[in-house]
């Protein structure tokens, strides 16, 4: 089942690529994309609260660091990462498929957006794009911790806390 964490990553890939056959569409689409990006993220941030959040500290604390983690660290893919791992962890499987088959369609504008970056620079596309995988990746490393489960809930939050924060950045 892990290997489908992998699947919400691809897209980003097939975002990316789509921005290099729609190069005309790019410009003049940039607001719809934004705005698939903003709604999908709406959507990703009341599932992670709504399944996860109680109200104790420490999950106050979780959801408030993930906001003020975010305002220093902007990357998406890590917290999509610590939120998908954290829903894996929960054991509840309608959480993890829909939150894969959200952050896959979350993929496709963000994907976009930033290969209309680099439409002349594939080098430094393929950089960013192999920075977000590890970054994605990243949460994995939790399973070499042996009380793993208990940490389902507080990643969930703070993916939550971090996305909201990142859905209103400039």
């Known amino acids: ?18 921005a290099f056959f729609v190069k005309e569409e790019l410009t003049p689409g940039k607001k719809y994309f934004e705005w698939l990006k903003k709604v999908v993220l709406v959507i990703i941030i009341i599932m992670l609260i709504w399944f996860s959040f109680q109200l104790t500290i420490s999950y106050l604390i979780a ?13 998406y893919y890590l ?37 209309s970056k680099f439409l002349n620079e594939k080098k430094k596309l393929v950089k960013t794009l192999l920075l977000d995988l590890f ?4 949460p994995l490393l ?17 993916g ?3 996305l909201l924060y990142s859905l209103f950045k400039k």
């Open 142 to 158: 939790f399973l070499i911790y042996n009380k793993v489960g208990d940490l389902s809930n507080v990643l969930m939050i703070f």
């Open 79 to 115: 917290y999509f990462g610590l939120a998908l791992f954290g829903s894996f962890l929960l054991g509840n499987d309608m959480v993890y498929y829909a939150l894969i088959a959200l952050i896959f369609i979350v993929g496709f504008p963000i994907g976009t957006l930033i290969a």
């Open 1 to 18: 089942m892990i290997w489908l964490y992998y699947l919400a990553f691809l897209g980003l890939i097939l975002g990316a690529l789509l």
């Open 160 to 162: 939550a806390g971090a």
């Open 63 to 75: 959801f408030a660091a993930g906001i003020l983690i975010a305002w220093v660290f902007k990357k």
């Open 135 to 138: 970054l994605f990746s990243v």
